[in-house]
């Protein structure tokens, strides 16, 4: 090391790298710290100790070491000097106490002070720009040995080497700062180099642990010399060693009590007394002497003021600055009254603009300038010293008097003087000072600093665009000025408001100086040049320079001109709007963006200042300029693209690159490794000037870098493709959106943002120590996942390996927070972190294709919601028992925050205060900051307190309070700190209630994510869950599955409603929907296995659940209704629930069932015991439930008003007034006790819909709602069915004061006409679709509510002046159903059970009182009717309509639909041929005289013939035989156990069956059989009604000649016996099993036979 430094060379180049310092500092400082002790001693008594000591002391005897430093040879470097003088020391401290070691030491450190080793220290090292730009660990690190070093060396040099310092120091007069400039040490240069080290690392004086003894009583000995008043030079550096001491609020205030004239003596030559008093002095000097001065220069009075004094001035004015800028702010103020009222100056700043405005030198008015500008923040009194700024008149205002003169021109002296010297530290000084005058002024400087606009234009226009084109004899005084111009800039567009161009129009004042800026920004002018000279240069040729000297002072104008179009950024869109409306400023409509944009390369050029890597804080603001960039440009990405890289750029590390994007690509990536890396200490620790402090405490802060791209990075996801954020994120972006599509991603050969972010997220400590940015990363991931453009690219990436994303950091959701963070967004990160990747889990589960990612679907299912059954000891999971997805849920109930309330936090008196105030107004307001509120939107757009406008809102609102109350003088004080305290209580409460919002939002986002999750697990994923399930536990059987979504609905409604009862409102609806998709998919289920899939028989309810379970979860859902009853949001989704949940519970009990279906699946289950016994059983546990429920009900009957309100409601949305009167028709049906329906009635709200469907529903079904409308109807005439259905004579006393069909004559919807028949569309407004299901549920409350009350006269009246007032409409539905097509359209179903309605209605009302009705309704409705038996009252093949035609699949509206669509249609058509039987039954009743023919009359076509009837008895008896066969092919199917029945014989069947699924399961065939059953019950009750019509008219002649031939003649007989007689053979066979309804049928058939034979006989 000796050696190395021995041949160091001092005298670098200016180009040389920073490295080469760094090492050479590195080797110095390992050398001071080898050879010197690690203890600063400052005694020599005690011989050496330590083995360290030992070890050096043997050290000095080494010949070779002797030899290159106590050897004669000149010193060849000043690192040599330093390695001789510290090995001086060490001989001194080591070596023995006597003569001859101690004159060996000074030798050697004589010659090290002769060469000048301080001066090279302090000038060559710790002024370089190499070491300036070392980070502050670093410095601190090189201070700390150089400062054990000088510390030793004072130790060992007392009593020979400082004397001759000191001599040295008296024998030289010079009339600069320091005492020479290479040559031999003095007393000067030791003490600068010593003020150096303190300025540099203030702790070295400051730390009672590391402060040394020996500097106190060696400034004692120079003050008991006098040294201090002999030389000047020794006073400076003395003066510069106090300002080094002064660091920091200790070293201020101890520096301030040390100059006091009380303290320091009055014979002391250095005291704040002294100094002010020699400055008011030389202001007497110069006001006595003549003013003869015509241009602003006099230069005979120069010398009033000698060098040397300049330069004592100057020293103590930098310390005067150095002292009131560190020392505490609740200090400084009695400090400058102290020393006004000592030296008799007030205020203080004014001996300095006296002196200042006197012809002193340059140096000195700069010294001046600075310690104005500390005072102004000192003293808070920014008003008065721009007062007494303007009255020095130093820049002569633009539209001043001619007759104003100004005692001091600093235009002259810049354009003259310093302009000539080339040095410009006057008005660099000047400037600064109008810098920390508009920062203290703040932005609501006095007329937006209309009344200082000349000093702007004076920095504007003098300074600032005539930089380039000056000379300087110092290049960093030029950057320096630069960059204080630039900051100008900066403050007054800060100090823009709204309003102030308004307020300029017709005023002769000069404009606030940033509506100038703004101005000649938004032209593209000079001021626009001068802000972009250094981004034009590129980032390449800055980087270049930044090893220069002037390096660091471009760097921080670089700084400042990027936060300048920051600012002007922010302001330039409102500002421009209010420019737009006043024409006499002229036509302005671009935005800064567009004027940058004029050249395509300028904005290119500046967001890649990200790549500027030797400046965090550079950085930072090319990363906001990007934000602007990026939103107001979409385009932006295809711009970079398209662009090409300056001429003459350098590839990146090597790396090829033809374009600007790539470059781009690199640079950000590069920045946001870095500030991962880095934890954000460094860069957060950074003032607005870009200089490193030291911050413990923002060690674990995000770096803003990390957080402003990862904001970029989101905030491109939600514009046009491709944007910004898939440029450097990695994707194809230059084939436009398709290439985002199939983008290969590649992290490991693209170095681009997502390798970053992917790194990040797959570092397993990274969740713990960067939550932030770890919270983030995984946001921007899932974003890009979620995006249609860029799914498939990412989904793909992450399913590989190692980008195994999900997989791998799964334990973040399941992690137990044992120490909970102290700071709220920390928390709040964490929760992020664990909702991103539930997020992440949902997602997958959603796109997996499961012929691809089977397994990992099942992976995902089974580590949340299979059931852990873990031991007492285990520690490696987070619940002991139960799923991961139950912990979650667990998590979030524990996890409940309270949100802090105004009213309760703050104490009565500080709301007193603040009413006072009118804060609390301000406080309770939600009025954003740009209307002039206090509150702003957070990142994801939560309102929360803006804390900078609420303190200013509370200073403003306490000063004016304040004010008021001084006219009460006995109470100002006492008031006063009520005030203060009331408003520090008030911002409290703010940065608490912002805390909770961050974390509430946070646990929202957890809720959302897991009902994401489970709900798709439940929706689409559930049959792999049931595999999962089946498979991990083989006992549970298929049921296992919804054991869980039992398990899961159970503790989601514990959760929810705990949530409820502790305020949790902001959590429940995303759980609220949890708790619909569970009981939906029970329900749905319950429909496919039900107790009729459910082949062991051992429970009644669907999915193995007893009823007391079953029971538990009612009433957990009627207490969380009753919790949630007044939030709107949370109502319909459980009104759906609750409707799931009844559909669920309310499945046919066993003894309703087909005994046929029955006998089969106890055969097929194997049933033990007597299967009357297990039905019984079954039954009494489903009666169970049902009375369990219905009691619930009567319990819970306040709960029917929230119902009810919600129902008759007009404001009500219509999917939750639909949901509401579905949920009551439920309850009314499983309550039979009728206290839910007599609730209703109560309410009136029976009445309360008649009269809605009467004079409204005609106006909602033709408009565009008419979709929703025609759902609320629905469910209106649903509970009106359910309360007429109900045949108790209870009830019917109530309903009889309802008259529902009696109000529904009324009904204007019933006779609208639908449009033109169309091919049948499911588009949701199809008009003619609407009314249908309206008409179909009203004519069944008609029949329901005749059918209930068949003994009523006024019912039975009501319904023939219903039939007779809507005969147009009955008409036209059997119209419809009779056609064969029209225009393309067909019946269908709904208009086969229309007419069977319409004709159900009919044959309940009596033929004569129809037939007495205006407009003979009974008449046009026989004509209907007669029209659609000719049409189905025949064979199939014989028949030309729709509804019985075998290939429908191209026409009917359910083409679409699954094939189980199809197998009602046979059905409603069977019914629809029962009702035309019963018609004809009514028919031929109604007259005795009345009967049809046997064969078909030419004068009545439409007529119905006996012939016609036998067909139709032929095809209800085919219908018969194929059901009875098909039934027994299920039966023996179930019976055995097979999931697929033999069905040859169905292909014969012409639809029907046919037209049916292929039944593949146990659920599917139990279906398929229970249609089947009804299939062959409705063909065998239209057997009997045919046969007992034909009965009818053949039993009546009873051989009866005469009456036969009423009947037709014998031909016709005889054709109808022959077409009777195969059917009646068939229907005599005895069919199956023995049925009451067979029986009948047999002997109808043998009757009707029998009358035959008898009438042909005869």
């Given amino acids: 090391m000796a050696d190395g430094l021995q041949g160091m060379n001092a005298q670098r180049s200016p180009e040389e790298k920073q490295a080469g310092f760094r090492q050479t500092y590195t080797i110095l400082i390992a050398f001071l710290n080898a050879i010197l002790p690690p203890v600063i001693t400052t005694s020599t008594d005690d011989a050496p100790s330590t083995n360290h000591e030992i070890a050096l002391g043997q050290l000095t005897s080494n010949q070779e070491l002797k030899r290159l430093f106590e050897g004669d040879e000149d010193i060849k470097s000043g690192f040599h000097a330093v390695a001789k003088l510290a090995w001086g020391v060490m001989i001194y401290i080591t070596g023995d106490d006597n003569n001859q070691t101690h004159g060996r030491a000074q030798k050697v450190m004589h010659a090290a002070c002769e060469y000048g080793v301080f001066h090279f220290v302090h000038e060559a090292v710790l002024s370089s720009h190499s070491f300036v730009d070392e980070g502050i660990a670093q410095k601190q690190h090189y201070a700390s040995g150089l400062h054990k070093l000088v510390i030793q060396f004072l130790n060992a040099a007392r009593t020979h080497e400082i004397p001759a310092l000191l001599a040295r120091s008296k024998e030289v007069e010079t009339r600069t700062l320091h005492a020479q400039k290479q040559g031999a040490d003095s007393l000067p240069s030791l003490l600068h180099c010593l003020a150096s080290l303190y300025k540099l690392y203030p702790d070295l004086w400051l730390d009672e642990n590391i402060k040394p003894d020996i500097v106190l009583p060696f400034m004692e000995y120079l003050r008991d010399q006098s040294a201090v008043e002999e030389s000047a030079t020794l006073l400076v550096a003395w003066l510069d060693l106090l300002t080094g001491m002064a660091s920091g609020e200790e070293g201020a205030r101890n520096v301030f009590e040390s100059l006091l004239t009380s303290n320091a003596g009055s014979s002391n030559p250095v005291s704040w007394l002294r100094m002010l008093m020699a400055m008011r002095e030389y202001c007497s000097r110069y006001s006595q002497q003549p003013d003869d001065n015509q241009e602003g220069q006099q230069p005979h009075k120069d010398c009033l003021v000698p060098p040397e004094d300049v330069a004592g001035l100057s020293a103590f004015l930098a310390l005067f600055s150095q002292v009131f800028r560190d020392g505490a702010a609740s200090q400084v103020g009695a400090w400058i009254t102290e020393l006004q009222n000592e030296s008799s100056i007030s205020p203080l700043w004014e001996v300095m603009f006296q002196l200042m405005c006197h012809p002193v030198p340059q140096k000195l008015k700069a010294a001046c300038n600075e310690a104005i500008g500390v005072l ?188 300048v179009l920051v600012t002007a950024l922010q302001t330039d869109i409102w500002l421009l709007q209010e420019l737009r409306q006043v024409p006499s400023t002229g036509h302005w409509t671009e935005t800064l963006d567009a004027v940058m944009k004029r050249d395509s390369r300028r904005i290119s050029k500046l967001i890649s200042c990200v790549g500027y890597t030797t400046s965090s804080a550079v950085q930072v603001e090319a990363i906001r300029l990007a934000h602007f960039f990026a939103a107001r440009q979409p385009t932006l990405a295809d711009t970079l693209v398209q662009q090409k890289p300056t001429a003459g750029s350098s590839d990146i590390a090597g790396i090829p690159l033809s374009a600007t994007w790539p470059r781009l690509r690199f640079a950000f990536a590069g920045c946001l490794q870095s500030a991962f890396c880095h934890s954000g200490s460094d860069t957060l620790s950074r003032d607005e000037d870009g200089n490193s402090e030291a911050d413990p405490s923002t060690a674990m802060q995000p770096d803003p870098r990390a957080v402003l791209i990862l904001q970029l990075l989101l905030a491109g996801l939600h514009g046009p493709v491709p944007s910004l954020t898939h440029l450097l994120m990695g994707f194809d972006v230059t084939r436009g959106p398709e290439g985002l599509y199939d983008s290969q991603l590649d992290p490991q050969q693209d170095f681009s943002c997502l390798a970053v972010v992917l790194d990040m997220a797959l570092t397993p400590s990274q969740p713990g120590q960067q939550p932030v940015l770890y919270e983030q990363c995984l946001e921007l991931v899932y974003r890009l996942a979620e995006q249609a453009h860029s799914r498939e690219a990412m989904l793909s990436l992450l399913r590989k390996p190692p980008y195994s994303l999900l997989m791998s950091q799964i334990g973040v959701v399941l992690q137990v927070d044992e120490d909970r963070p102290q700071e709220a967004q920390i928390r709040a990160a964490r929760l992020y972190q664990r909702a991103r990747l539930l997020q992440l889990a949902a997602l997958e589960l959603h796109c997996a294709d499961l012929a691809v990612q089977d397994a990992t679907c099942r992976a995902l299912l089974q580590v949340f919601f299979l059931w852990l059954d873990t031991d007492d000891d285990s520690d490696d999971l987070p619940v002991q028992a139960g799923s991961h997805i139950l912990y979650i849920l667990q998590f979030v109930g524990t996890a409940m925050l309270q949100q802090p309330e105004y009213v309760n936090e703050l104490s009565s008196g500080c709301r007193q205060s603040l009413q006072d105030m009118g804060v609390d107004a301000v406080l309770q307001s939600n009025t954003p900051v740009e209307q002039g509120g206090v509150l702003t939107r957070t990142r994801r757009g939560q309102l929360c307190y803006d804390m900078a406008a609420l303190t200013q809102e509370l200073k403003q609102r306490y000063v004016a309070t304040s004010a008021d109350n001084l006219r009460y003088s006995s109470e100002v004080a006492e008031g006063s700190d009520e005030l203060r305290e009331a408003c520090r209580e008030a911002l409290r409460f703010a940065q608490r209630y912002n805390a909770w919002l961050e974390e509430a939002a946070a646990l929202l986002a957890v809720v959302q994510a897991w009902q994401q999750l489970v709900a798709v697990a439940v929706n689409k994923r559930f049959d792999i869950l049931q595999e999962v399930a089946t498979a991990a ?177 007009q404001t009500t949305r219509p999917a939750m007034k639909s949901q509401a009167l579905t949920l009551l028709a439920s309850w009314v049906v499983a309550e039979p006790s009728l206290a839910v329906a007599n609730k209703l009635h109560q309410q009136d709200l029976p009445n309360r819909i008649l009269e809605d469907l009467v004079n409204r529903a005609h106006e909602y079904l033709p408009g565009p709602a008419a979709g929703a409308a025609v759902q609320v109807i629905e469910a209106q005439l649903t509970l009106l069915l359910r309360l007429s259905s109900a045949r108790r004579s209870s009830l019917a006393e109530v309903t009889d004061d309802v008259h529902i069909i009696g109000k529904l004559i009324d009904c204007k919807a019933i006779d609208l006409e639908p449009e033109e028949p169309v ?162 039954i009514w028919e031929v009743n109604a007259s005795r005289d009345f009967r049809y023919q046997i064969r078909p009359s030419d004068s009545m076509p439409y007529q119905p013939c006996l012939l016609q009837l036998s067909g139709m008895l032929k095809q209800a008896a085919r219908d018969r035989q194929a059901a009875s066969e098909e039934r027994q092919a299920l039966l023996d199917a179930i019976q055995s156990g097979s999931g697929s029945a033999g069905r040859h014989h169905l292909a014969l069947q012409e639809f029907g069956a046919a037209a049916r699924q292929k039944p593949q399961s146990l659920p599917s065939l139990l279906t398929t059989a229970a249609q089947t059953e009804r299939e062959l019950q409705q063909a065998c009750l239209l057997a009997e009604l045919l046969l007992a019509v034909m009965l009818q008219h053949l039993a009546e002649s009873d051989g009866d000649p005469s009456a036969l031939s009423r009947l037709g003649d014998n031909r016709a007989l005889l054709s109808l016996q022959r077409a009777l007689d195969p059917t009646l053979d068939y229907l005599m066979q005895r069919q199956g099993n023995k049925t009451s309804s067979t029986e009948a049928t047999e002997q109808m058939a043998r009757e009707l036979k029998g009358y035959l034979s008898t009438a042909i006989s005869s």
């Fill in 1319 to 1480: 091919l049948r569309s499911s588009h949701r407004h199809d008009r003619r679709r609407h009314i249908t299901r309206v008409l179909l549920l009203i004519l069944q409350v008609v029949n329901s509510e005749l059918a209930a009350k068949r003994q009523s006269s006024e019912t039975s009246r009501h319904a023939v002046s219903f039939v007779a007032q809507h005969s147009r409409m009955m008409q036209r539905v059997l119209r419809e159903a009779s056609v064969g097509s029209l225009n393309g359209w067909e019946p269908g179903e709904k208009e086969a059970e229309l007419a069977a309605l319409v004709l159900s209605l009919v044959t309940r009302l009596s033929f004569s009182q129809l037939s007495q009705q205006p407009g003979a309704p009974a008449d046009a409705l026989r004509e209907g009717a007669h029209r659609l038996l000719k049409a189905l009252g025949c064979v199939n093949e014989a028949s030309h309509s729709p509804l019985v035609q075998p290939h429908r699949e191209s026409k009917d509206d359910t083409a679409d639909a699954p094939p189980t669509a199809f197998q009602t249609l046979p059905l409603k058509v069977a019914r629809l041929r029962c009702a035309l039987a019963r018609y004809l």
């Fill in 1033 to 1209: 536990d083989d006992s549970a059987g298929p049921e296992a599955a919804l054991q869980i979504v039992h398990q899961l609905l159970s503790e989601t409604l514990y959760i929810l409603h705990e949530l409820l009862v502790a305020g949790g409102q902001s959590l429940v609806l995303p759980i609220t929907q949890v708790v619909e998709a569970c009981m939906a998919r029970l329900q749905e289920q319950a429909l496919h296995a039900g107790i009729e899939a459910t082949s062991s028989l051992q429970f009644s309810m669907p999915g193995g659940q007893v009823p007391a379970a079953t029971l538990d979860l009612f009433r957990r859902l009627l207490a969380v209704l009753d919790r949630g009853q007044n939030q709107d949001a949370l109502r319909p989704h459980l009104y759906a629930a609750l409707l799931s949940f009844m559909q669920y519970s309310h499945g046919r009990r066993p003894a309703q069932a087909s005994p046929h279906i029955l006998r089969a699946l106890l055969k097929a289950g194997k049933a033990n015991g007597s299967s009357d016994r297990l039905v019984a059983d079954m039954d009494d546990q489903s009666r169970q439930v049902e009375d369990g429920i219905a009691w619930a009900l009567c319990q819970s009957l306040p709960l029917l008003s929230v119902v009810i309100r919600d129902a008759a409601a």
């Fill in 376 to 563: 102004v923040v000192a003293t808070g009194q920014a008003s008065a010293i721009w007062e007494r700024l303007q009255a020095a008149v130093v820049v002569a205002p633009s539209m001043q008097d001619d007759t104003a003169v100004g005692q001091y021109d600093i235009s002259y002296q810049l354009a003259e003087i310093e302009a000539r010297a080339e040095d410009y530290s006057e008005t660099l000084a000047f400037v600064r000072l109008l810098n920390a005058l508009w920062k203290a002024s703040g932005p609501g400087i006095h007329d937006g600093g209309r009344p200082y606009a000349h000093f702007s234009h004076f920095v504007l226009n003098n300074v600032l665009v005539l930089i380039g084109r000056r000379q300087y004899k110092n290049e960093v005084q030029k950057w320096e000025l630069f960059a204080a111009c630039l900051e100008h800039l900066l403050l007054v567009i800060g100090a823009l408001q709204p309003g102030m161009v308004q307020a300029q129009v017709g005023s002769q004042a000069a404009p606030p100086p940033g509506l100038s800026v703004m101005m000649e920004l938004l032209r593209g002018g000079n001021v626009m040049k001068s802000v972009m000279q250094l981004a034009d240069e590129g980032v390449e040729h800055l980087l270049e320079g930044r090893g220069k000297p002037a390096g660091a002072a471009r760097e921080a104008t670089l700084l400042v001109s990027l936060r």
